[in-house]
Every structure is written in C-alpha cells, then in structure tokens.
C-alpha cells in the first residue's frame, strides 16, 4: 500500500463522549430560552405594550397639532402676502398717476437725466407752486427719478 504524502495515515480509534454540563436535566440552551420566556413575560405582565403604544399615540398627537400650527402659519403668511402685493400694486398705481402729474403733457416718460433738464427752464421761469427750501425737492426728484409718490416718504 502506497503511504499517504506528508506522513498521514489513516487510523481507527474510539469515540470521545463529551457530557454537556446540566442542571435538573436542562443544559444551557434551555437555560436561555427558559430566560427569553421568563423576560417575554414580565414584558407583558407589566404591560409594555400598552405603554410603547400611549407614548406613540402621544407623538402623533403633538406633531399633527404642530402640522395643524404650521399650516395656520402658512394661511397666514400667504393672506400677509396677498395683503402685500395689493400694497405694492395700490403703491404702484399710486406713483404712476403722480409721476403722470407731475410730467408736463404732452412729455414722454422722463428718464433720470431728462428730469434734471426740465427742472432748470422750470426754476428759472419760475415754479407755478414754490417748493420748501432744503431737502424736499431732492427728495421730490429722488422719487420721480425712482417712479415713487413723494407724498408717501416719511
């Protein structure tokens, strides 16, 4: 018979029997589902559950009342838009029927250097209603420059 490579041969022996340790005829594995069941139990003795359950019925309840809060807020904030625009529309409207006063007739929109043109000849010949000294005509000019009602600056 040819040997076998690296000195292996093969050889009949016993059979090792190998005791698991026990207690009352149950080893370890019992043990541990003896604990599972033991642990499963007393959850559901002390009611668990019933008590994971409240504390998500909870949540659920403050965050549909902040949703219930966050949609008021955004009905709010669009009404606030809507009021807004319908100022800036009024404003608008309002500084184009000043700006057309106050635009000789007949003149086509006045851009920022024709307003200081057509300022001059007007104060030398002389301004139909005397405007305050000091910053209330820049002012005034600003506004026209800018399309603005005067009237509507502080």
Request: contains cysteine; charged residues 25%; proline residues 6%.
């Amino acid at each position: 018979m040819a040997e076998h490579p690296h000195g292996m041969k093969a050889e009949t022996g016993t059979v090792e029997l190998h005791h698991e340790p026990s207690a009352f005829g149950i080893t370890a594995p019992g043990f541990v589902a003896i604990a599972m069941l033991v642990v499963v139990g007393i959850i559901l003795w002390k009611r668990v559950p019933a008590m994971i359950g409240k504390m998500l019925d909870a949540k659920i309840d403050s965050i549909r009342r902040q949703l219930d809060e966050a949609s008021a807020l955004r009905a709010e904030a669009e009404a606030e838009l809507a009021r807004a625009k319908a100022r800036t529309a009024a404003s608008e409207a309002d500084a184009a029927s000043a700006k057309n006063r106050l635009t000789p007739r007949g003149a086509a929109a006045e851009g920022p250097a024709d307003a200081d043109e057509r300022e001059a000849p007007q104060a030398a010949a002389g301004p139909a209603v005397t405007a305050p000294a000091g910053s209330w005509s820049r002012r005034a000019r600003r506004c026209r420059r800018a399309g603005l009602s005067h009237l509507s600056l502080p």
